[in-house]
């Protein structure tokens, strides 16, 4: 099945200063690349995702790029503020439609 | 529309207990699933349904019952709690699998004394 693998598993940042997040897969059938938040005592929610005939989507501050050659996708934040403090985890859709998702990334930004 | 809900918020139960936790949704979404949250392990599947009637294990189903007799509604039973099953329970729903966007419940804290 799908293994995803994430790193690093906190990452601290200065307000202003930019944030990666960095995910490897393991399925080379995984089409769909999603990225959650989740905020202390909340819900996971998507903020982004990307399709393997992408190859980078932005929103904003938020982008993601996907090299399917060698199985990564990654999160960029740029211009960090207070409210990006969260857990960001991401996922991939394995053969069977199945999402797994990686072991989360905590992000503290700093003023 | 109230999207994903889940009762109880918080529930403490000795070892040997049983339960269920309830998931409802009204989005009319054929796929829904049920995650165990862990620190460091991210979110697990326990198990998910494609439609009602149809359901099926993901990558942590021991110990847990489910099943899914609208479209509405995706409870989980836990048979015989263990202190193992501590944890924050997710459910969620999709249009489409895990190929679309995941929309979770607010959760249901679990305590197994």
């Known amino acids: 099945g799908e293994n995803v693998e994430q790193h690093p598993s906190t990452l601290s940042v200065q307000e202003g200063d930019s944030a990666v997040i960095k995910c490897t897969y393991s399925?080379?059938?995984?089409?769909?690349f999603p990225w959650y938040k989740q905020e202390l005592g909340k819900r996971p929610q998507l903020i982004i995702d990307i399709r393997s005939n992408v190859g980078e989507k932005k929103d904003q501050r938020i982008a993601v790029t996907l090299n399917k050659t060698a199985k990564h996708f990654s999160l960029h934040i740029t211009e960090t503020q207070p409210e990006d403090s969260a857990v960001y985890f991401c996922a991939a859709t394995d053969s069977w439609g199945k999402l797994q998702f990686g072991a989360g990334t905590q992000v503290v930004v700093t003023p | 529309n109230a999207g994903v809900t889940q009762t109880p918020k918080f529930q403490v139960l000795k070892t040997g207990q049983s339960m269920t936790l309830q998931c409802a949704q009204d989005?009319?979404?054929?796929?829904m699933s049920w995650y165990r949250q862990d620190p460091g392990m991210g979110l697990r599947l326990i198990h998910y349904?494609?439609?009602?009637?149809?359901?099926d294990q993901g990558e942590v189903p021991n110990g847990y019952n489910v099943s899914r007799s609208t479209t509405e509604d995706f409870p989980l039973r836990l048979l015989s709690a263990a202190p193992s099953q501590t944890s924050v329970y997710f459910c969620?729903?999709?249009?489409?699998?895990?190929?679309?966007?995941?929309?979770f419940g607010p959760g249901t804290r679990l305590l197994v004394l």
């Open positions: 349904s494609v439609g009602a009637g149809i359901t």
């Open positions: 969620a729903s999709s249009s489409e699998g895990g190929r679309k966007t995941q929309y």
């Open positions: 989005m009319n979404h054929e796929y």
């Open positions: 399925d080379s059938a995984s089409n769909y």
